[in-house]
């Protein structure tokens, strides 16, 4: 018992999106009347298929089976040769199968697009943008970038020209726009401008944004100024209409009954003279051992400004500096809610105050990276990014995260990349001070 199997082709091309077919015949070499199913094994069997899938056939009869391949377009599909086995199985006997095998080449396709993040920026003296350009085709695509104004207004900044995209990733170019004049005072001017994307097969792409260029000044400043001068004026009238007049016959009165007290004060103070004399020398002397106390000189003349003695200790920055990194390599999981812990531990007697975020994704890896706070087993999210979304992302915090003594610094990785690219491998690099 069993059968045979012939191809009409053992080589094939296709193009994403269409289909080609081959045809392979079935003969029953056995004694008794057998079913054989067909099929495709190999890379292309998730988008071949077998016309009928299966055939009855009498001993020594044959029978026509066309197989379709039809890949999809789509980034999955990478362009090249790909291999495949069809598969002849006999239903009476199992080991008499046979697989036949041959090669389709798939086509390649350039699909790119490419945005300006945000489209529109309003500044003073520069804006920040973010180009994201995006491989939808099934072959790597090198692109470069130029950015360019009509008017010859501005003056561009890239973080990079030249980008290198693998099918199915997104890149994030950094992209700083400064007007070459600026001004003071005056109404807003937009500067439109566009960023050509030239990748290395294909048609060129434009993505087109505008810098609203503001005054230098806030406009807030000058109605500012305007209400301090009439405050100004309001107080002046004020005090020449009604205050002064009133403060100087409160002070004739004030002075006439000071006058009296005087009086009276001069016959007591004059009775206690001496005993005054000796409080005021006891008073200088407690003076100058409280100045040498505090480390300045009571024999400085009056209104010299004042330094601390040579042996006095200048006041020191809190903790000292410090930084590290952690670097994830995780392996990939098809639940986006399993993370991977890599953990940094500060020494027991210290605490971080945390300043900077550096999170790096060179190898344009898929997924998600947490910092978290591990409070003796006790976690809180910090930060939270898609892996997809960034290569390279600062964070810079004006309030310092705070690690206390004992808690933990921890990075969370959720590898989603495809099989074939291996581990996620991030990293997030951390500075501050150790207190």
Request: aromatic fraction near 6%; glycine fraction near 8%; charge should be negative.
């Amino acid at each position: 018992m069993g059968a045979t199997a012939t191809l009409s082709a053992t080589g094939l091309a296709v193009a994403p999106g269409e289909d080609v077919t081959c045809t392979v015949v079935v003969r029953n070499t056995g004694d008794l009347v057998d079913e054989f199913t067909v099929d495709v094994v190999g890379d292309a069997a998730g988008w071949a298929t077998a016309e009928p899938a299966s055939v009855n056939l009498v001993p020594q009869a044959s029978a026509s089976v066309v197989v379709r391949f039809a890949p999809p377009r789509a980034a999955e599909v990478a362009a090249g040769s790909v291999p495949f086995g069809i598969r002849v199985t006999s239903r009476e006997d199992p080991y008499g199968s046979v697989v036949e095998e041959g090669v389709v080449e798939v086509g390649g396709f350039t699909d790119i697009s490419a945005d300006l993040v945000p489209t529109k920026v309003e500044a003073g003296s520069k804006g920040k943008f973010e180009v994201a350009i995006d491989n939808v085709g099934n072959h790597p695509v090198a692109v470069r970038l130029h950015p360019a104004d009509p008017e010859g207004d501005l003056e561009f900044k890239l973080d990079r020209s030249d980008v290198m995209l693998a099918p199915g990733t997104a890149a994030f170019v950094k992209l700083i726009a400064k007007p070459r004049n600026t001004f003071l005072r005056g109404p807003s001017q937009p500067r439109p401008f566009r960023v050509e994307v030239v990748p290395s097969s294909g048609p060129p792409l434009s993505a087109a944004g505008t810098l609203v260029q503001r005054q230098l000044l806030p406009k807030w400043l000058l109605p500012a100024l305007i209400t301090l001068l009439a405050l100004a004026a309001v107080l002046a009238t004020l005090w020449f209409t009604v205050l002064q007049p009133a403060v100087k016959s409160a002070a004739r009165e004030a002075a006439a009954q000071q006058v009296d007290d005087v009086k009276a004060a001069v016959d007591q103070a004059q009775a206690g003279a001496g005993q005054a004399q000796q409080q005021a020398k006891e008073a200088e002397v407690k003076s100058e051992e409280a100045m040498k106390a505090a480390g300045l000189d009571p024999n400085a003349p009056a209104g010299s400004p004042q330094t601390p003695r040579p042996n006095q200790p200048a006041a020191q920055a809190p903790g000292e500096p410090t930084d590290f990194r952690v670097a994830a390599d995780a392996a990939i999981v098809t639940n986006q809610e399993v993370f991977t812990d890599f953990t940094f531990t500060p020494p027991a007697d210290k605490a971080l105050l945390i300043t900077d975020i550096v999170l790096q994704n060179p190898r344009g890896d898929a997924g998600t990276v947490r910092v978290l706070r591990d409070a003796n087993g006790t976690r809180s999210v910090l930060l939270e990014v898609g892996l997809a979304n960034f290569r390279d992302l600062d964070r810079h915090y004006v309030e310092p995260l705070q690690f206390k003594k004992g808690e933990k610094v921890v990075v969370q990785v959720s590898c989603q990349n495809p099989t074939e690219k291996g581990n996620c491998k991030p990293s997030v690099s951390f500075s501050g001070r150790a207190v």
